[in-house]
Structure formats: structure tokens, C-alpha cells
């Protein structure tokens, strides 16, 4: 079998999967697309490890790593979507603003924040 079939196979793999990063805008199938992306990473190892006709199997070993690797990338990024879809009530990467403290959806500070440190201390009311 030729390299050339296997490696136009993992770059359309890939484009497709970069295409998929690019242009969607909910968080699970961002995390597809990278997993196809990683796919096509490990045919194009395996592809050349059969190639090369490697005796230690490196591209084999490298693409058991790349599973691993993308088995708890998977795990992490479900629980860190499946948090911000809890919290915000979206999973749209677009409306997905900073989340440090004092910011809210529309990205600016936060005025109930500072309601409370203008507060009158005598009658409690905002001045």
C-alpha cells in the first residue's frame, strides 16, 4: 500500500477537523473536531510506522500515548463544559465571556458589586 492513501486521509481528516474548531460555536462539538483532529494525527503515525518499517513501533507506542492523552483531554473538557453549562446556561463559545470575578454576561464590571462597598453605613440604602 502507498503512503499517499493513508496521508490524504488524515489531511482531509484533519481539515475537517480544524474546519469544525473554526467555525463551530458550541463547546461539545469543538471538542469533536479536536478529537478528529487527533485521529488523524494517529493514522498518519501509524501510516509512517508501517512505512518506515520501524522494529521498535514507535509510531504505534506515540499513537497509544496520543489516546491516552486525548481520553482524558475528552474527560476534562466535558466536566469544565458541563460546569460553564451549569453556571451560564449555554454552551455557545461565542457568548462565553471572561469569568474572573467582577465581570458579568455583557463583559463589563459587575454593579452590584459596587453597590455594596457605596453603601451608606448609617442607613445601609446606596448613596
Do not use: K
Not at 4 to 11: D, E, K, Q, S, T
Not at 29 to 46: D, F, H, R, T, Y
Not at 49 to 66: E, K, M, P
Amino acid at each position: 500500500m502507498h503512503l499517499a492513501y493513508p496521508a490524504v486521509l488524515a489531511a482531509l481528516l484533519f481539515c475537517t477537523g480544524l474546519y469544525g474548531v473554526l467555525a463551530r460555536r458550541n463547546a461539545i462539538l469543538v471538542l469533536m473536531s479536536v478529537e478528529l483532529m487527533l485521529n488523524a494525527v494517529n493514522l498518519n503515525l501509524v501510516a509512517f510506522d508501517v512505512w518506515l518499517r520501524d522494529s521498535l513501533h514507535a509510531g504505534q507506542a506515540l499513537t497509544l500515548f496520543t489516546i491516552a492523552i486525548a481520553a482524558a483531554e475528552i474527560g476534562i473538557g466535558l466536566a469544565i463544559v458541563l460546569m460553564v453549562y451549569r453556571n451560564r446556561g449555554t454552551a455557545d463559545v461565542d457568548r462565553l465571556r471572561d469569568t474572573a470575578e467582577g465581570h458579568e454576561q455583557d463583559g463589563g464590571p459587575s454593579d452590584s458589586a459596587y453597590s455594596a462597598d457605596s453603601a451608606n453605613p448609617a442607613t445601609g440604602a446606596a448613596s
